[in-house]
């Protein structure tokens, strides 16, 4: 997985980019961006400071970072950002000078570390329980074709025995520990500031017997073929992510609480402002996308303070993560199909 998304000729290398492929929040609507911002600003608040970096790990082409760059003379006035972008691809032409391009994320800084849709493709190991009852490895060779494994054991077995226990013979699980392990990582870079990661997510209770793992190319559904050709993707165990003092939210209450609605503007306002009205629809229509319950709105938010409370937009319905007090909204086990089914033409999906 990690050769097949990352390595030479990997799939997140290549010269169209994700967006070639599929869209993600980011691209549904600039709300997103515009909402990010927002919570750039309470962040700056919470931190009591008029300089805040913002870093965007698994940045695709800086789609986010240009978004709130663009939405900075709404929501950041007074403020001076720091725009840091993680991504392995190399930077792409044209992009804001303002943008600093990384592979890792930056150490030490304050402010704002936005994760959208990147811990789904953090590579992990696939798991199965076999008709002995025995849990193995799945072994996948470069064209796809498996085989069981050496049984599980270790740490694996471990994270294996407290965040996804085997349903029986026959059931696969996907062993998140590595996306526990790179989360952490990521929101140690942070001196003081708030994390957040956006994801597909489902938490211990309702984990699906059968596992998420699939692959994407040009917005269809595809085997998982770990040759480079498509994404490789997994729904994302943020129960399991969280650190001590984190919440787990949906996305509709997230953005709701960050000023995206999608109610729809007074009739009134078509006879006084036409254009106005107009605009106002769009942005409802875009807005009720994002929030969309069986859609974008049912996105898993990990919200991980740093030596700050968290910002009191974010403090609405959900719980500390891992609890089974969160938003079940944020705990999905539909099928990614299902999900990307929803996507509005045949080169856009959804999800990671």
Not at 286 to 302: I, K, N, P, V
């Amino acid at each position: 997985m990690e050769r097949a998304l990352y390595g030479p000729g990997g799939f997140y290398l290549r010269p169209e980019g994700p967006a070639g492929h599929f869209r993600t929040s980011v691209q549904a609507s600039p709300l997103f961006a515009t909402a990010v911002a927002r919570l750039l600003a309470a962040t700056a608040r919470r931190l009591d400071t008029d300089e805040v970096a913002v870093v965007d790990i698994g940045a695709g082409r800086g789609e986010l970072l240009t978004g709130i760059l663009a939405a900075a003379g709404d929501c950041l006035d007074g403020l001076t950002v720091r725009p840091y972008a993680v991504e392995r691809a190399p930077r792409p032409p044209g992009l804001d000078p303002r943008i600093e391009w990384c592979a890792h994320p930056p150490a030490g800084v304050r402010g704002l570390l936005f994760a959208n849709e990147w811990l789904d493709n953090v590579p992990l190991d696939i798991a199965e329980t076999g008709p002995d009852g025995v849990v193995r490895y799945v072994l996948v060779r470069p064209d796809g074709t498996e085989e069981p494994g050496e049984p599980v054991e270790g740490p694996d077995a471990d994270w294996l025995a407290r965040w996804w226990p085997t349903a029986g013979p026959g059931t696969r699980a996907e062993i998140g520990r590595s996306r526990d392990e790179a989360w952490a990582d990521a929101v140690g870079t942070l001196e003081r500031g708030l994390a957040v990661a956006v994801d597909y997510a489902h938490a211990r209770e309702a984990r699906p017997p059968f596992a998420t793992l699939t692959g994407f190319r040009r917005g269809r559904e595809v085997p998982p073929v770990p040759d480079g050709s498509c994404d490789l993707t997994a729904h994302v165990a943020l129960d399991s992510c969280a650190l001590p003092g984190g919440r787990l939210l949906g996305q509709r209450a997230a953005l709701h609480g960050l000023g995206v609605r999608g109610e729809r503007p007074p009739l009134a306002l078509a006879a006084t402002d036409p254009a106005g009205y107009v605009r106002a629809l769009a942005a409802a229509g875009q807005a009720a996308e994002l929030t969309a319950r069986g859609g974008l709105g049912d996105f898993g938010w990990l919200v991980q303070p740093v030596g700050i409370e968290v910002p009191e937009a974010l403090t609405g319905p959900g719980g500390p993560a891992g609890t089974g007090a969160a938003d079940r909204s944020a705990a999905s086990g539909r099928s990614q199909a299902a999900d990307r089914s929803m996507a509005s033409g045949p080169s856009e999906r959804l999800g990671a």
